[in-house]
């Protein structure tokens, strides 16, 4: 089965406007989302590259602050991204373990303000720092090993961890 074309080319244009910092990505990124449900729709991303093509693009969605606190503007697209990297990943794509992590880091981030593996670093005021979202720690470092994350002692050796107490109360 032939991975789609026309997702690939989204892909690329999405890419190469992270990596160029564009300043249009707003509404590129809603013309991506439409695009997608379409296909999804019509059933075109069919393919386990096509899945991961797809939770890459929308692994990378519109935030805010409101009231001090980055808001995802649509966190259901990281739950369909680790929806989509998570199928890819059981058919048989090693490529998509980590996009399973940080998908479902990035979903959990911005619905639970926790992370379950350890893929998403938030700023702290108080701090003037970058420091780890909150982990949850009965993710075993086996399941961390699993999608490509290093083990806990090793991230909190990198950087600190701040704590489910100060998250709560920001």
């Keep these: 089965m032939l991975e789609n074309t026309g997702l690939i080319k989204m892909l690329e244009i999405d890419q190469n406007m992270q990596e160029?910092?564009?300043?249009?990505f707003e509404s590129i990124d809603q013309n991506n989302s439409k695009r997608i449900f379409e296909l999804m729709a019509d059933k075109q991303i069919v393919t386990p590259k096509d899945k991961y093509n797809v939770a890459l693009i929308?692994?990378?969605t519109n935030a805010m602050f409101c009231d001090g606190i980055l808001k995802n503007i649509s966190p259901e697209n990281f739950l369909l991204a680790y929806s989509l990297s998570n199928s890819a990943y059981n058919e048989g794509l090693e490529d998509a373990a980590y996009m399973v992590a940080l998908n479902q880091d990035r979903y959990l981030l911005f619905t639970l303000r926790y992370q379950k593996y350890g893929t998403q670093k938030i700023y702290d005021d108080k701090s003037d720092s970058c420091m780890w979202a909150p982990v949850d720690s009965?993710?075993?470092?086996i399941e961390r090993a699993k999608h490509g994350v290093p083990n806990l002692q090793v991230l909190l050796a990198q950087t600190p961890m701040k704590t489910f107490e100060s998250n709560q109360n920001d």
């Excluded at 160029?20 to 249009?24: A, F, K, L, T």
């Excluded at 009965?138 to 470092?141: G, K, L």
């Design 20 to 24: 160029n910092d564009s300043s249009n």
């Design 138 to 141: 009965t993710t075993t470092d």
């Design 58 to 60: 929308l692994q990378r």
